[in-house]
């Protein structure tokens, strides 16, 4: 396998090869189990129960244990091959979906239907207080979307098991991840009484190793005329002197932009469970020149040379997206530079911009305020108008106050994505623990707002990630999971040099598939890759039929969170072509056309090209947790997210596959899996206990007989 450097594993190697090692942190609480009550029973039907729960115990130790040894391999010549359908039925586009259902809605008035409340409403959130569009796409496309009708059961499965997120209600924004004496924080856009957008103040939450959380009360609510209409988006500075300075905006009964400045009330607190609000809110207005409602989303502050802090905040001009610069000596007195760090023509508004340095020698993340001569800075911001993250590589001068791009292609805003699905509004923050930039995205919904309502929650966060310049092409970054999540990782199973042929698939067995961490490597056949001629096809995922559309040398990966019958899959996979250059490029995409057959979520086909450099094998890496999937390809340089959400490929039920879908070639994979468990340390520890409690048992049982 390949890990984030470009490192291979052979198939008995162990997985090796992240940026950062780990020790897993202690959880802090051991399961402690009481003996039952005595009972007065027959002998033999007392032994017969222990020896029924010490099988139970056993088998909890067992799960929870990742025994790597235990490995199934499957040689797909031995089983043989199943034909994939070749044209699978393509899930209706988006434009199919709105013909068909203004069709319906046609025929029911004909017929004397009413609604009946089945329809989603079209209600539009957030863009009349100034903030992005938090209804989904199909208010923006003008449909009211048939409600499909989801049971109770299918909503409970679509919340997910180890990614960030409340308890209830909606969420968006990250905001304010800092780590202080020992905990994680992490703040969050949060509506406390809905799960739709409105009410917003800041949830909260603290952790030990970034997966498993433990809800706070909410660190700030609306109740001042500066934040009265909400508590937006802001990053927290750690000083020299040990304080904490959050900036955040604010917007007023008017819908005015402001920026405002808190501070924990008691520094001694690790958990900053409590939050003051700066008496001489707010510290900045809208500049002449800006609109009110374009003046959002302070950075972390960076420390200059000259001995002065800066931030820069997000806005436009037109429809060009700029960054603003802000110098301070004190956080509560603002100075405006006469330059914005950057510009960029028909970009929109920017929101929730993030500025920092990455290392092009090291493997540690850097503090927000290092500069230097081996340094590279990312300016990244999330567009207003098409709702995606955007970043670029450059450098900073300091002394002018401005960023440079490395490349005009891939400016801010029309060149390099985070995320190529579902991620915006990302913010980074400085580990100064275990010296990494570690990196939040929040994931929006992708169903109907009648369904969130009914399950009672939207929205969640990426699993952290972190973020490393790409040493061997020197041209993007690299995103990775936290390493903390591999100490959830249970029951590993290798399947190992699997020959899949040209449109084949090979099951995988590994029962429960709706929790997974997979790692795979595929190889394509040389020699139809040398004989594959020069062709002027254009290919791109979005423009694709997804999975279903077949070339020479792709599509092939992995279909997860599939039914038995193939009625809902999703593929994640790459497709080659050779260009009229004669040059091979290299597409990773996830297709969720197919992923439900509920009428009530968008289904598209997410991804870009990706760099593969001589000598590298095809990686992917792919996070199954119920309705969200995060994929990532060649050690992280291309990352998609989707939120999928099938009616039958639920619990027992989720199947995984490997696929190739490719004409010409025939394809060799080697795939590693694990089960993911939200609290492996205590299961194991319940199991334990349980053994020596029955144990205790069955002694007293065997004195008595």
């Known amino acids: 396998m390949v890990g984030p450097t470009g490192s291979h594993l052979d198939s008995g190697e162990s997985f090796t090869g992240l940026p950062y090692s780990y020790n897993a942190l202690s959880d802090g609480a051991e399961s402690t189990l009481e003996s039952p009550t005595n009972r007065p029973r027959p002998i033999r039907t007392g032994l017969l129960v222990i020896s029924g729960l010490l099988v139970s115990a056993l088998v909890m130790v067992l799960v929870g244990v990742d025994n790597t040894r235990d490995v199934t391999i499957i040689d797909a010549k031995a089983r043989g091959h199943v034909p994939l359908l070749h044209e699978p039925p393509l899930a209706e586009s988006l434009e199919v979906q709105v013909s068909r259902g203004k069709q319906q809605a046609a025929m029911e008035r004909a017929m004397g ?178 609109n009110v409602k374009d003046f959002r989303d302070p950075t972390t502050a960076w420390y200059t040379t000259q001995g002065k802090w800066r931030i820069t905040i997000g806005s436009k001009k037109n429809r060009t997206g700029i960054s603003l610069v802000y110098e301070t000596d004190d956080f509560k007195h603002f100075k405006l530079l006469d330059s914005v760090l950057h510009a960029v023509p028909g970009t929109g508004m920017w929101e929730c911009v993030d500025f920092y340095p990455v290392s092009l020698i090291d493997t540690n993340g850097m503090d927000t305020s290092v500069n230097g001569p081996h340094v590279k800075h990312v300016l990244k911001a999330s ?24 490349s005009t292609v891939n400016d801010v805003g029309i060149g390099l994505r985070y995320d190529y699905g579902k991620f915006y509004a990302s913010k980074t923050f400085y580990d100064q623990e275990k010296k990494r930039r570690v990196l939040w995205g929040w994931i929006p919904e992708a169903d109907s707002e009648l369904a969130d309502i009914k399950k009672g929650w939207a ?52 029962g429960s598939a709706d929790e997974l961490d997979i790692m795979a490597e595929f190889e394509v056949d040389r020699e139809a890759l040398e004989k594959l001629p020069p062709s002027n096809e254009e290919y791109s995922c979005s423009g694709s039929g997804g999975a279903a559309q077949r070339g020479a040398l792709g599509p092939f990966g992995l279909l997860v969170l599939a039914a038995e019958d193939f009625s809902e899959h999703t593929p994640v996979y790459f497709y080659v072509n050779k260009g009229k250059d004669g040059n091979l490029k290299t597409f990773f995409c996830t297709d969720i056309l197919r992923s439900s057959v509920a009428i009530d979520v968008i289904k598209d086909v997410y991804g870009s090209t990706i760099p ?62 694990w089960q993911m468990s939200p609290s492996p340390a205590l299961q194991v520890s319940i199991g334990l206990h349980l053994l020596l409690i029955l144990f205790t048992f069955f002694k007293i049982g065997f004195h008595c007989s």
């Open 383 to 406: 567009l207003d108008d098409d709702k995606k993250d955007y970043y670029a590589l450059g450098s900073h001068d300091e002394e002018r106050g401005v960023w440079i791009p490395d």
């Open 459 to 510: 929205s969640l966060q990426a699993i952290p990630r972190t973020v490393l310049y790409d040493q061997s092409t020197g041209a993007n970054l690299l995103q990775w999971p936290v390493d903390e999540i591999e100490s959830y990782r249970t029951n590993s199973r290798d399947f190992v040099n699997v020959t899949v042929r040209p449109g084949a698939f090979v099951p995988l067995h590994l």
């Open 113 to 290: 239907i009413s609604d009946l409340g089945l329809r989603v409403p079209q209600v539009s959130r957030g863009k009349a207080k100034g903030v992005s569009e938090k209804a989904n796409r199909f208010l923006n496309s003008g449909l009211r979307a048939l409600a499909f009708g989801w049971t109770d059961e299918q909503l409970r499965w679509q919340r997910s098991a180890y990614h960030f997120q409340p308890k209830e209600n909606w969420m968006n924004d990250p905001n304010g991840p800092l780590y202080y004496k020992g905990w994680y924080h992490f703040f969050y856009q949060y509506n406390p009484n809905a799960a739709v957008w409105g009410n917003i103040v800041w949830g909260h939450a603290v952790s030990k190793d970034l997966i498993k959380w433990r809800h706070l009360p909410i660190a700030m609510t609306a109740d001042s005329w500066y934040d009265i209409d909400g508590v937006w988006t802001g990053s927290a500075t750690l000083l020299p002197d040990g304080q904490i300075a959050m900036l955040y905006t604010g917007s007023t009964s008017e819908s005015v932009q402001v920026q405002n400045l808190a501070y924990p009330a008691d520094l001694s607190d690790p958990l900053l469970i409590n939050w003051v609000k700066y008496p001489g809110n707010p510290v900045l207005l809208p500049p002449p020149g800006i």
């Open 612 to 673: 593969v450099l001589k000598g590298e094998k095809l990686t992917m890496r792919i996070l199954v947790d119920h309705s969200i999937v995060e994929a990532f390809a060649q050690g992280g340089r291309t990352c998609i997210t989707s939120r999928v959400y099938p009616t039958k490929a639920i619990y027992g039920d989720t199947k995984v596959f490997l696929f190739n879908n490719a004409t010409d070639a025939t394809i060799t994979a080697s795939v590693r899996t």
